[in-house]
């Protein structure tokens, strides 16, 4: 509902309202003569005068003297912070948006936009559509410019606040009013940051429509949202796009696309555009050679990857962490734990620093070949290393225990990963209850099962049944019974299950075996 009221707002477009014209009235009297001495002590840099006037301060008497002194804006922002501290109930809405026109006129942006954040971190939920409306009313009074509405567009863009900004976007054009392409990729980096890749590309569509004109950093951004979301013709498209208005594609523009074809196993395109970047005269960088590496890794292309490997090295392109990593973890779900380790050997004469992923991956590799001791050796190293074993690294060792059947080692390091705060995930539910299964271990599968409910899992209805009747053919009557209020509990009942069924069965065995 969110992404569809965004799409419609971008929709919309008006002709140039005219900007509304406001005046405060001319102070008279005792506001005058204030507003005249207060004015004077500034010009002076009397700021201990100032201070003791400071309880006299309105509104009304700020305004008038921040429009006085408005062509120095580092004296109006020194005036403007000092009353902040001593007299904050004299800064209105409206005193904000006249600093904020004072300080956009002059380019002083960050510290326009560190005002607004502050504005809207303290005020009410109404606030950012009298914000505007307030700068838009004072806008010809402190004969701005446009880039005050552009900063707040930015902000909004900067703070996540995706509703703000489309409709400060969509009042900005209202009244002839365009953000700068730096505010427009600002807003895109972010949506693309929180996955809202349809508000994006629907964005910038009503940027060109607005003439915005994009940079290539706009256009890196459009490549990166259609890759993401598996347009990746369109996204070929935008390439050529970029050079039919004169803007080179750079070494991200590729590595982008790489990535998005790598992601999706087409991995002769990405392999033809990474060739396409040295006869555009751009050199594939280490971005480039870890996309197409896990690409082929993640296909189990394994002498392809490493093949792409020794490229890497003879066009000097050093490899990196994440390089190494990637083989390793290739070369580990494939069962080959021998070459993970030359590679890794490879890393350490380098100079290379591992990481935990390192660690997991051979471990991880050694474990689906039975190799548990060698994992475990492995696990000792991390502390050498001053690295913490995550739930990854758990997971892994408890593979390998429950590949060699041996349930019970299994349990000890699952109850190990609890203690040291790792989080188990549905997959290391699986195995454990797997293993139990299979060694008929039922009591053990239960106690898993039960760990599983506890942390809101649940487990499929297959493993479930075979469970309960497991249960109950060894005589845990009790468990089974339990099992069964629970799964009842989680609405978790399979379809045609009948829970008298095992125990009528076992009766009968139990007469056969007494009678």
């Keep these: 509902m969110t992404t569809c009221l965004h799409l419609r707002r971008f929709s919309t477009f008006n002709r140039n309202n005219p900007i509304p014209h406001r005046t405060i009235p001319e102070p008279k009297g005792q506001d005058l003569d204030f507003v005249n001495v207060v004015h004077s002590h500034l010009i002076h840099s009397d700021w201990d005068k100032l201070n003791k006037l400071s309880t006299h301060f309105t509104p009304f008497r700020v305004n008038h003297i921040l429009l006085k002194i408005q062509k120095d804006h580092v004296l109006s922002l020194e005036l403007f912070n000092s009353l902040k501290t001593l007299n904050p109930i004299s800064l209105t809405l409206e005193t904000h948006s006249i600093i904020l026109h004072i300080l956009t006129k002059k380019s002083k942006f960050k510290s326009a936009q560190s005002i607004i954040r502050t504005l809207l971190a303290s005020r009410s939920i109404d606030l950012p559509g009298k914000l505007f409306d307030t700068l838009l009313f004072s806008y010809r009074m402190c004969d701005s410019s446009p880039r005050v509405f552009d900063s707040l567009f930015k902000t909004y863009a900067h703070m996540n606040k995706f509703r703000n900004a489309t409709d400060v976007f969509s009042r900005m054009k209202d009244y002839g009013f365009l953000p700068t392409v730096e505010s427009c990729n600002a807003y ?184 548990t001791k060698k994992a475990a050796f492995l696990v000792k190293e991390l502390d050498k290393e001053n690295l913490v074993p995550n739930a990854s690294t758990y997971s892994a060792l408890i593979s390998g225990q429950c590949a060699r059947k041996n349930s019970d080692r299994a349990f000890q390091l699952y109850k190990s990963m609890v203690r040291s705060g790792c989080h188990p995930n549905e997959q290391t539910f699986k195995m454990l209850t797997s293993a139990f299964v299979k060694n008929e271990d039922f009591e053990g599968a239960f106690n898993v099962l039960m760990d599983m409910f506890a942390r809101s899992m649940a487990s499929d209805s297959n493993t ?31 379809e045609g299950f009948d829970r008298a069924e095992p125990f009528n069965s076992m009766t009968e065995k139990e007469n056969r075996t007494f009678g």
């Design 188 to 371: 895109l980096s972010s949506l693309l940051d929180f996955h809202r890749v349809d508000i994006a590309l629907t964005f910038y569509r009503e940027m060109r429509r607005c003439r915005i004109s994009p940079n290539s950093y706009t256009f890196n951004l459009v490549l990166s949202a259609l890759c993401k979301s598996g347009k990746l013709e369109k996204a070929v498209e935008v390439l050529r796009e970029m050079e039919s208005v004169g803007i080179t594609p750079n070494v991200v523009s590729y590595n982008t696309l790489i990535a998005g074809h790598c992601n999706k196993g087409l991995l002769s395109i990405a392999t033809k555009l990474k060739n396409l970047m040295g006869k555009n005269g751009l050199e594939p960088n280490v971005v480039t050679f870890n996309s197409l590496i896990h690409g082929f890794c993640k296909e189990r292309k394994l002498h392809e990857a490493n093949r792409i490997f020794s490229e890497m090295k003879v066009m000097n392109v050093t490899p990196n962490t994440v390089t190494y990593n990637t083989l390793i973890n290739g070369y580990g779900q494939v069962g080959n734990s021998n070459m993970a380790g030359k590679v890794y050997e490879e890393m350490m004469r380098n100079g290379v620093k591992a990481d935990i992923l390192t660690y997991n991956a051979l471990i991880l590799g050694l474990c689906k070949e039975g190799k």
């Design 464 to 494: 479930l049944l075979e469970i309960y009747d497991g249960l109950c053919q060894c005589g845990k009557e009790n468990l089974a019974m339990k099992l069964c209020h629970e799964m009842e509990a989680r609405h978790l009942i399979p």
